[in-house]
């Protein structure tokens, strides 16, 4: 989820405390995140060739 919507869900007004509070990266989730990027980057490539 989006930091700044789930900001917004729990009613911080510091992101800080959102970011410390619902965030735990481990390397699947960060595997997921650049595979999720990369096949943004290739449909936007598909449709301008």
Do not use: W
Not at 19 to 29: I, P, R, S, V
Not at 36 to 46: A, D, G, Y
């Amino acid at each position: 989820m989006n930091p700044k919507t789930l900001q917004k869900i729990m009613g911080h007004s510091d992101i800080g405390v959102t970011l410390n509070a619902y965030t735990h990266l481990d390397f699947e989730d960060i595997e997921k995140e650049m595979k999720e990027v990369c096949s943004r980057q290739v449909v936007k490539l598909q449709k301008v060739v």
